[in-house]
T-cell receptor
Framework: DTEVTQTPKHLVMGMTNKKSLKCEQHMGHRAMYWYKQKAKKPPELMFVYSYEKLSINESVPSRFSPECPNSSLLNLHLHALQPEDSALYLC????????????FGEGSRLTVL | GENVEQHPSTLSVQEGDSAVIKCTYSDSASNYFPWYKQELGKRPQLIIDIRSNVGEKKDQRIAVTLNKTAKHFSLHITETQPEDSAVYFCAALRVGGNEKLTFGTGTRLTIIP
């Protein structure tokens, strides 16, 4: 199975909290993605990192802050979120930024109170 | 940008019968078409994909067909089983075009035992 590991699996936070989502991959793929998925909707792209550099930001509010410390790790820092930000946050990887074949992690289910 | 339409939004099929899900895309330059299966509470998983240089691809009980002229592609599942129950997303991408994968809106497939 594809090794894309996301932590935590579940997160509940208040609107004033600061938290982080983490993603780790062991495939050696050079493109890493953050997606947001609401119930009954397709995944919605947030950010793309290519070779550890941010290449796409889909006009995401600044309360979401991505970070790619190295080729295996991807973080999403969360601050001052709103209840409407509650969703499943999916990390994905691919061989390249537009290689097509995306492999998703299990996701972090976020609830903002 | 690319726009992908997917039909039907829900589909119920008797176990053992076939299921067909259809997608249309708008950008004639798109050349990669994956299908993702997402079981309840799980991550999207790539189940089959097709590139524009072929018209059909099969993998056991699933197949995908592509009509480039009409700009539509379809997922066919034969001899359906209860474990086929899930949400299926089609997607389209122009590989090498520095663009994002565009998802369809999803089809909830229910297999009736």
């Amino acid at each position: 199975d594809t090794e894309v590991t996301q932590t935590p699996k579940h997160l509940v936070m208040g609107m004033t909290n600061k938290k982080s989502l983490k993603c780790e991959q062991h495939m050696g793929h050079r493109a890493m993605y953050w997606y947001k998925q609401k119930a009954k909707k397709p995944p919605e792209l947030m950010f793309v990192y290519s070779y550890e550099k941010l290449s796409i930001n889909e006009s995401v509010p600044s309360r979401f802050s991505p970070e790619c410390p190295n080729s295996s790790l991807l973080n999403l820092h969360l601050h001052a979120l709103q209840p409407e930000d509650s969703a499943l946050y999916l990390c994905a990887i691919s061989a390249g930024p537009d290689a097509g074949e995306l492999f998703f992690g299990e996701g972090s289910r976020l609830t903002v109170l | 940008g690319e726009n992908v339409e997917q039909h039907p939004s829900t589909l119920s099929v008797q176990e053992g019968d076939s299921a067909v899900i259809k997608c249309t895309y708008s950008d004639s330059a798109s050349n990669y078409f994956p299908w993702y299966k997402q079981e309840l509470g799980k991550r999207p998983q790539l189940i089959i994909d097709i590139r524009s240089n072929v018209g059909e691809k099969k993998d056991q009980r699933i197949a995908v067909t592509l009509n480039k002229t009409a700009k539509h592609f379809s997922l066919h599942i034969t001899e359906t089983q209860p474990e086929d129950s899930a949400v299926y997303f089609c997607a389209a991408l122009r590989v090498g075009g520095n663009e994002k994968l565009t998802f369809g809106t999803g089809t909830r497939l229910t297999i009736i035992p």
